[in-house]
């Protein structure tokens, strides 16, 4: 079982989850009732986005990351999709930026204004028609801009370029799999994908229960697994430390974790039974700290873990316990984390029973938690591009570009710039204008760019300060009222005493 008594030390065994309180989360989301295993959440340092039920064709929600509290159910939507959508992604490279994949078999790129979504959101700035059934995955490159990865239920797996000129790109950059000769093999059905921190390889779980290594230039499978008694559902790489994990169930139907080398596939390099459940277990892994974190769809606890280079390379650690299930989870990456209040990793929980998507935040208690901690956080990947997508086409590796979570802190990038950064096309490029625009004061060396974004962060600190003085006003008042209920009822009562008395 998952539990085993352990005297290694580390300095995350007293690693505590902190759900935020319902003023903190979002409510009344309306949150879809898919059953396809994918999250239907993706979050980042300025927006949360959640796939939502809607009747006739498929939409999402897109929520300033601070525009927490009971949500509008006449709130705007984007909502150009014509099916059910499955799964929404953002662009690592750009908050403003995020990926969609539908019922509908298409694939939609949009922009999201940096004022949020003011009004239904319905014509994308990219569509990619290249499949002919649902489109059940969506995954961006980790290091080469606007290069996005596509499966779907017709056997096609498909690598596309999305800064292609047009609004309807047909015609994929790579093919890296597809039906031959009219047959489809179960390889190319997909259940899970997951690239390593280069982007050179890319690992997958098909419907026949194999994991496999793909080389995603060419589509050329590298490695297969060969073990029976693990039938695998989801997958990741374990970055920095040459492992590659997969949860599935066992011949007894029970739910596990593999660990493999995934240069060699033949025998997996750890196995363990968790528990008898049916749910899909989600896999989340923080490569700075190398701790693993295992969320079942349909339960209400996450198991965490540590991992190292050396057996028994996993290494139990605690779990955080809730009475509501989850649905899905979203991520925010390192760079939109609470570095002074010791968070290392914070979830969006979607719990469908209550409409309501709950931020769980992963925390290590430090006796100084005000300061920055410089072994929580080392260098972390950044939200810029190592390089563009023609280079990776061509060959070119590289790991992704880091930066300091320490604030006032930058790091230079190693790399030359790519030809987005250049100039000045790259900042003016990501302010989207919907009704609001941005206060842009030109010099003649730079560009000052006041950034609404932060005017919203500004608006929303007031607005919660604005509700927790009227919740404390309502409570005064309700005090003050049974106060006043109590000296009339004191005062009746010395009425009726007087009145008895003087008859």
Not at 422 to 433: E, I, P
């Given at each position: 079982m998952s539990w085993r008594s352990s005297f290694r030390c580390s300095k995350f065994r007293h690693i505590f989850g902190k759900s935020a309180t319902k003023e903190h989360s979002y409510d009344r989301v309306p949150i879809t009732r898919s059953v396809h295993d994918n999250h239907y959440c993706s979050a980042n340092p300025c927006f949360i986005a959640v796939v939502t039920e809607c009747a006739g064709g498929g939409?999402?929600?897109?929520?300033?990351?601070?525009?927490?509290?009971?949500?509008?159910?006449?709130?705007?939507?984007?909502?150009?999709?014509?099916?059910?959508?499955?799964?929404?992604?953002?662009?690592?490279?750009?908050?403003?930026?995020?990926?969609?994949?539908?019922?509908?078999?298409?694939?939609?790129?949009?922009?999201?204004?940096?004022?949020?979504?003011?009004?239904?959101?319905?014509?994308?700035r990219k569509t990619l028609i290249g499949h002919s059934r649902r489109v059940g995955l969506i995954e961006w490159h980790p290091t080469a801009e606007n290069l996005l990865l596509s499966a779907a239920?017709?056997?096609?797996?498909?690598?596309?370029?999305?800064?292609?000129?047009?609004?309807?790109?047909?015609?994929?950059?790579?093919?890296?799999?597809?039906?031959?000769h009219h047959r489809y093999p179960s390889e190319a059905l997909l259940l899970s994908v997951s690239f390593n921190s280069d982007g050179s390889r890319l690992a997958v779980t098909s419907k026949?229960?194999?994991?496999?290594?793909?080389?995603?230039?060419?589509?050329?499978?590298?490695?297969?697994?060969?073990?029976?008694?693990?039938?695998?559902?989801?997958?990741?790489?374990?970055?920095?430390?040459?492992?590659?994990?997969?949860?599935?169930?066992?011949?007894?139907?029970?739910?596990?974790?593999?660990?493999?080398?995934?240069?060699?596939?033949?025998?997996?390099?750890?196995?363990?039974?968790?528990?008898?459940?049916?749910?899909?277990?989600?896999?989340?892994?923080?490569?700075?700290?190398?701790?693993?974190?295992?969320?079942?769809?349909?339960?209400?606890?996450?198991?965490y873990y540590e991992l190292s280079a050396e057996k028994p390379y996993i290494s139990y650690l605690t779990e955080y316990r809730s009475l509501l299930p989850q649905?899905?989870?979203?991520?925010?990456?390192?760079?939109?984390?609470?570095?002074?209040?010791?968070?290392?990793?914070?979830?969006?929980?979607?719990?469908?029973?209550?409409?309501?998507?709950?931020?769980?935040?992963?925390?290590?208690?430090?006796?100084?938690?005000?300061?920055?901690?410089?072994?929580?956080?080392?260098?972390?990947?950044?939200?810029?591009?190592?390089?563009?997508?023609?280079?990776w086409l061509l060959g070119v590796n590289r790991g992704p570009v880091l930066m300091s979570l320490k604030p006032d802190t930058r790091v230079p990038n190693p790399y030359p710039e790519?030809?987005?950064?250049?100039?000045?096309?790259?900042?003016?490029?990501?302010?989207?204008?919907?009704?609001?625009?941005?206060?842009?004061?030109l010099h003649t060396n730079s560009v000052l760019v006041f950034s609404v974004f932060q005017l919203l962060q500004a608006f929303y600190k007031q607005q919660d300060e604005i509700k927790g003085l009227k919740d404390e006003l309502h409570q005064k008042d309700v005090s003050s009222q049974t106060v006043r209920y109590q000296k009339f009822l004191s005062d009746t009562f010395l009425y009726f005493c007087v009145f008895t008395f003087c008859r």
């Open positions: 939409s999402f929600l897109v929520l300033p990351i601070h525009h927490t509290g009971r949500v509008d159910p006449q709130h705007p939507r984007v909502c150009g999709h014509s099916s059910r959508v499955l799964d929404v992604k953002w662009n690592p490279f750009d908050d403003y930026c995020i990926a969609s994949c539908s019922e509908d078999c298409t694939v939609k790129i949009w922009d999201i204004p940096i004022c949020g979504v003011q009004q239904n959101l319905t014509k994308a239920y017709d056997y096609k797996v498909l690598l596309w370029d999305v800064s292609q000129a047009g609004a309807v790109i047909r015609y994929p950059v790579r093919v890296v799999l597809m039906p031959i026949d229960r194999h994991v496999r290594v793909l080389d995603p230039r060419t589509g050329k499978i590298l490695q297969v697994s060969s073990s029976n008694s693990h039938k695998a559902n989801k997958v990741l790489y374990i970055g920095g430390l040459k492992l590659l994990l997969s949860t599935g169930s066992s011949s007894w139907n029970h739910r596990q974790i593999v660990l493999w080398d995934p240069d060699d596939l033949s025998e997996p390099l750890y196995e363990e039974d968790l528990d008898g459940s049916a749910g899909v277990l989600f896999p989340f892994y923080d490569p700075d700290t190398h701790m693993l974190y295992l969320a079942g769809k349909g339960d209400g606890n996450i198991r649905k899905g989870l979203g991520v925010m990456p390192k760079r939109g984390l609470d570095v002074t209040a010791c968070e290392i990793f914070r979830f969006y929980r979607l719990i469908a029973i209550k409409d309501l998507v709950e931020p769980l935040s992963m925390i290590v208690p430090r006796k100084e938690s005000g300061i920055f901690q410089e072994d929580l956080y080392p260098m972390t990947a950044g939200n810029q591009a190592a390089m563009t997508a023609q280079e790519t030809q987005a950064e250049k100039g000045l096309v790259r900042q003016l490029s990501s302010l989207r204008f919907q009704s609001s625009p941005c206060l842009l004061i």
